[in-house]
Structures are given as structure tokens and as C-alpha cells.
């Protein structure tokens, strides 16, 4: 069974930093895209951060470029999205998710990636 499983979000003020960490199993995916997306209340889920099978090319939103970086390590499995100078309009439910195709380049829509996690929560105080 393929398992995408998200950690590391909380309740933080604005200003600080958090990590989250997406940790797969069931199947590798260092042969894929790997990609970060939020959903906050009342809003559609959106692309925040993509990066290729390699790690060499990395995709951000406009809203978190330059705060926000997108890394992997496909000898655990795992990709990881650090996340700082943090603001409330960041609060959301965080999910990472994998693309069908192996050795694709980073895409920002939602409807490429198969795979996705069950989401953490990512609360940021004023």
C-alpha cells in the first residue's frame, strides 16, 4: 500500500519557521516529482512548492518565493518543505503529493500528482 505521510506542521507565531517532512513508503518515488500544496479554509487547494525527481529544479508560488524551500532525499524517501518568515495568510492544511510520471518536469497543477498525503495542519498566529 502506498502511503504518503506528512509531519511537522503546528501552531506558530508570525515571523517563525517550521519544517514539514512527507515521508513515503510502499514504493519509491526518487524517479518523480514531488510536490507541496495547501488548502486553507473556504479557498481551493493550490500548488506552494514542486521539485524534480533529482532535486536540480525546484517550482514556488509567487506567495512563498524566497521563504519557502523545497528539498528531497531520495535515499529515505522523503521530501521536506522549510518553511519560514512565516505569516497567517500561510495557515492551512499542508499536503505533498507524487506525480504519475516518472521523469517529468515540475508541474503546478494538482491534477498530474496520483499520490497524496492525509495533510497536516500549518497554524500561524498574528
Known amino acids: 500500500q502506498v502511503q504518503l505521510v506528512e509531519s511537522g506542521g503546528g501552531l506558530v507565531q508570525a515571523g517563525g519557521s517550521l519544517r514539514l517532512s512527507c515521508a513515503a513508503s510502499?514504493?519509491?518515488?526518487?524517479?518523480?516529482?514531488m510536490g507541496w500544496f495547501r488548502q486553507a479554509p473556504g479557498k481551493e487547494r493550490e500548488f506552494v512548492a514542486g521539485?524534480?525527481?533529482?532535486?536540480?529544479?525546484?517550482n514556488y508560488a509567487d506567495s512563498v518565493k524566497g521563504r519557502f524551500f523545497i528539498s528531497r532525499d531520495n535515499a529515505k524517501n522523503t521530501v521536506y518543505l522549510q518553511m519560514n518568515s512565516l505569516t497567517p495568510e500561510d495557515t492551512a492544511v499542508y499536503y505533498c503529493a507524487a506525480d504519475r510520471t516518472a521523469y517529468a518536469a515540475v508541474v503546478t497543477t494538482r491534477h498530474a500528482y496520483d499520490y497524496w498525503g492525509q495533510g497536516t495542519q500549518v497554524t500561524v498566529s498574528s
Open positions: 521539485i524534480s525527481w533529482s532535486g536540480g529544479s525546484t
Open positions: 510502499g514504493r519509491t518515488f526518487s524517479s518523480n516529482a
